[in-house]
């Protein structure tokens, strides 16, 4: 793909899956040949919120896996498409997910494609590192997905430091879900009123764009559609450019300071056990 776009939250519930379908639905709209690549691979929700769970049988395996072509324009790939049912548990170490998304980002042939849109997994861990490993991560463009809530701030602040850390091309964020839109009159009510920081305040922070802010009460069979909240947002992450920064060296200079001291307190604990007369 020309273009690859990650969307990114450390918190599960902000509606990043639904921000991912409704970009690649934008896109493709557009005229653009567009994929959307579900690597949330142990809660995966793309093929319920595009409402293509009674189409596993379409994706064919040719030597390689071949997405299916959810409308024109529009190719859509998920581990959801391999499981038996809706309710299927994946249970994996963490190692694991990170194979698994490796493999199977290796493993999908979607062609000639304009742009790319990757749901990510809600982490910072080995999945999200394995992302960035199998695709030219100065090509990637992330676009972060944040509700205004305290809780949703302070994970999506540790994401944009891992990425930023890492020198990755940021296109901006949203904030999800922060007010309420009255389906009969249109008036707007603030969700969370006692937030510590907005989201445009996080934009500011870590001088990042501030992409816009879309309210509740937006959906149309599970994904944003002709609404002109979203469409102002997707036409930025379109023809915004992305705001680079350079890699931080010594970024991990405090994990080795809390792996000492774990090292440090577990053969204390083992000394003092071996030997109780020096214990307190």
């Given at each position: 793909a020309k273009r690859r776009i990650l969307v990114v939250s450390l918190k599960g519930g902000c509606g990043k899956s639904t921000i991912s379908a409704s970009l690649a639905s934008y896109f493709a709209a557009k005229g653009l040949m567009?994929?959307?690549?579900?690597?949330?691979?142990?809660?995966?929700?793309?093929?319920?919120?595009?409402?293509?769970?009674?189409?596993?049988?379409?994706?064919?395996?040719?030597?390689?896996?071949?997405p299916i072509l959810a409308k024109p324009n529009l190719k859509v790939i998920s581990v959801d498409f391999f499981l038996p049912g809706s309710d299927q548990p994946i249970t994996l170490k963490g190692e694991m997910r990170a194979k698994v998304i490796q493999q199977f980002v290796r493993s999908v042939d979607f062609g000639d494609l304009d742009v790319v849109v990757i749901d990510s997994p809600p982490t910072t861990s080995e999945e999200l590192l394995s992302i960035m490993e199998n695709y030219d991560k100065e090509k990637i463009e992330a676009v972060f997905v944040s509700q205004p809530s305290d809780v949703s701030v302070n994970g999506v602040i540790k994401s944009i430091r891992m990425l930023k850390e890492r020198g990755m091309p940021i296109k901006g964020i949203i904030s999800n879900m922060d007010k309420h839109k009255c389906s009969n009159c249109g008036h707007m009510d603030p969700i969370f009123v006692n937030a510590e920081m907005t989201v445009e305040d996080v934009a500011k922070q870590y001088r990042i764009p501030f992409l816009g802010s879309l309210p509740t009460g937006l959906l149309r069979t599970g994904y944003l559609l002709t609404d002109p909240?979203?469409?102002?947002?997707?036409?930025?992450?379109?023809?915004?450019?992305?705001?680079k920064f350079k890699p931080e060296k010594g970024h991990h200079s405090w994990l080795s300071k809390f792996l000492f001291a774990f090292r440090t307190s577990r053969n204390l604990d083992k000394i003092l056990k071996d030997n109780p007369e020096l214990g307190w």
């Open positions: 567009t994929g959307l690549f579900d690597l949330d691979v142990t809660n995966p929700s793309i093929g319920k919120i595009m409402q293509l769970q009674n189409r596993r049988e379409d994706i064919r395996i040719d030597r390689m896996i071949i909240y979203f469409n102002a947002i997707a036409e930025k992450v379109l023809t915004g450019k992305s705001v």
